[in-house]
């Protein structure tokens, strides 16, 4: 929802209720549809979830890579290909030239995903969208597109939108962190001081939750309790239920306390242990 | 590509075998008398026995069957009760007009159904889309022997811009052909349109919400440019499967279409040879209506196929 809604293709149904989407500083939410069209493909791409269903399966792989570069630069579908081919070796797809020409079903998940970050970086966006782009991967393609996109962030100098619920990709891709839960940023801060110093009880569970080297024997621990039905939010703190913490200023919702610099939790103990 | 082909074709063998049974079945097993109807009801009990044993009516119904087969496959599908012409150059010559009236009726059903599927999906649930659904509703409703009717009174008897009924071979008056067969196509296109419109409209529908059509729509891409080049050959495909089994219903207005319009097609033997009982006529138009509507059947079948590359170029290298 946070990256369809960042690109400005919610459902017809879904409105933006509060906040801002803005883009280099520019707000995304007061242009109009064209405006927002010229935006996409070009200042944002997505990188999908399942790249098979993302993939149109009647039309040829190269068209779909070069299709940005007709829509956006108004070249010609001969000139398109060139470049979806040259966007195809850039995500170190083999014979891309000849796979240019075949159609998705024939081929693997990993090329699958392959083509889908061509087709993202053809016009060389600013920022990419990842809506957890590995998950519908095998472990070691997982690896193998997880190296690509950080080779992409260096060498084309994107940012990446990175959405994951698998904190050891969190830990490998970001350099800021936003953990969220049940529509809201509960912690936000740099990679190394969220993982040394989890601020928020939420975070803090989740970290425990995560199998490292030495806990991997140990049962898993998890978090009791279910996330809230977006229809029936808790009063106060979103993770209030289930948290072990709880206390009585927590049915109100606290905002974004200071954990240290440049890292902050939306929790009471916070204010608590600081003032 | 071929091996696509193929194997539609080996599947085309046995269901034609497997419908002749069955009609032959159907046509013996219906109440009433060949004899009776050819000599008249007051034939007396020796001319019957003596026409039926003449006819080979008198031999049991398996070996029957299998005579008729086994002439049908050489061409002789025998001689008419009624008129003692032979049945198969007969059929020969009506094939065409059938023909030619069902793909007439199938391309008009086609071009009502595509756009305006394509459009009420693309308003899914807003005004157009209603609106489309109220006029999908009336044509389904309506029977294609009363369309023809008014089209008839219409544009034959009022306005006088149409013949009423007849037939010109295509390769003779090619406008003459076309203005007798306008009427009888749209009577059943128009009909049938509605059925095929609705399919087009929930296949499209389904198609605008898959993912694909997101990263179409995150590229950048206009509506029109989605729906044309990512949207409407899907929808097409599954469409186009689920239209082709619906050409049947379309052929079974055939039958009478011809009749209202005085075409000499094959629809109207079948009217002739189940009025009369005429079993060599009945049965041999019967299958060859069967045939057209299964060939159609797989023609579409196959265009759709072809339209999917997921069909055509198997898996390569993984
Ligand atoms: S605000 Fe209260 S309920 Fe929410 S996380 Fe902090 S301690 Fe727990």
Request: proline fraction near 0%.
């Given at each position: 929802m946070t990256a369809l809604s960042v690109l400005g293709l919610l459902p017809r149904t879904a409105t933006i209720t509060t906040g801002d989407i803005r883009l280099s500083g520019t707000s995304l939410l007061g242009l109009s549809r064209a405006q927002l069209r010229a935006i996409r493909g070009q200042h944002i791409a997505m990188i999908p979830q399942n790249p098979m269903s993302a993939l149109n399966p009647v039309l040829r792989v190269g068209v779909q890579v070069g299709e940005p570069y007709v829509l956006?630069?108004?070249?010609t579908w001969r000139a398109a290909l060139q470049q979806a081919i040259r966007r195809l070796a850039d995500v170190h797809l083999p014979f891309p030239d000849e796979r240019a020409r075949e159609y998705p079903h024939q081929f693997s998940g990993g090329m699958q995903q392959r083509s889908m970050t061509a087709m993202a970086i053809a016009l060389e966006p600013p920022l990419l969208v990842a809506d957890e782009p590995t998950t519908a991967l095998d472990v070691t393609i997982q690896a193998q597109i997880l190296r690509l996109l950080r080779e992409i962030r260096d060498e084309h100098h994107t940012s990446i939108l990175f959405i994951t619920h698998d904190l050891a990709v969190v830990a490998e891709m970001c350099d800021w962190v936003y953990v969220m839960y049940a529509g809201r940023i509960l912690e936000q801060g740099s990679v190394e001081r969220i993982f040394a110093r989890p601020g928020h009880p939420y975070t803090q569970a989740l970290l425990r939750a995560t199998p490292t080297t030495e806990t991997a024997q140990a049962e898993l621990l998890s978090i009791p309790g279910s996330i809230p039905s977006p229809v029936d939010l808790p009063r106060g703190c979103r993770f209030v239920d289930r948290c072990q913490y709880r206390f009585d200023h927590c049915n109100e919702e606290p905002p974004l306390l200071a954990v240290e610099t440049d890292h902050t939790a939306r929790c009471w103990l916070l204010e608590t242990v600081h003032g | 590509m071929w091996r696509l082909i193929a194997t539609r074709l080996a599947a085309f063998v046995p269901t034609i075998l497997a419908t002749s049974l069955v009609l032959f079945i159907t046509v013996n097993v219906v109440p009433g008398s060949a004899a009776k109807a050819a000599?008249?009801?007051?034939?007396?009990a020796q001319a019957i026995a003596r026409f039926e044993h003449e006819q080979g009516l008198d031999r049991p119904l398996h070996v029957q069957y299998l005579d008729w087969l086994g002439k049908g496959l050489r061409g002789d599908f025998g001689t008419s009760f009624q008129n003692h012409l032979a049945v198969g150059p007969e059929l020969v010559m009506r094939l065409p007009v059938t023909l030619e009236l069902a793909t007439l009726a199938f391309l008009i059903a086609n071009v009502i159904a595509v756009p305006l599927g394509a459009l009420a999906a693309y308003h899914h649930q807003r005004r157009a889309d209603r609106i489309i659904s109220v006029i999908a509703t009336i044509l389904g409703a309506v029977p294609s022997f009363w369309l023809a009717t008014v089209l008839i009174l219409i544009l034959a008897l009022t306005v006088k811009v149409l013949p009423a009924g007849g037939y010109a071979p295509f390769t003779e008056d090619p406008l003459k052909n076309l203005s007798l067969l306008i009427m009888p196509a749209l009577s059943l296109g128009v009909v049938s349109s509605a059925l095929l419109l609705r399919i087009m409209r929930a296949k499209l529908i389904e198609v605008l919400s898959s993912d694909y059509i997101h990263t179409a729509m995150a590229k950048g891409a206009a509506p029109n440019v989605v729906i044309r080049r990512h949207a409407l050959r899907n929808a097409l495909i599954t469409f186009l499967t689920v239209g082709a089994v619906e050409f049947g219903w379309l052929f079974g207005g055939v039958v009478i279409i011809e009749d209202i319009f005085l075409l000499p097609g094959v629809g109207q033997l079948v009217l002739v040879g189940i009025i009369n009982r005429d079993y060599p006529v009945l049965l041999a138009s019967a299958l060859t209506v069967t045939v057209v509507v299964l060939a159609a059947n797989m023609l579409v079948d196959l265009i759709a196929a072809i339209l999917d590359p997921r069909q055509v170029h198997v898996r390569s290298r993984a």
């Open positions: 956006h630069r108004q070249a | 000599l008249g009801i007051d034939a007396t």
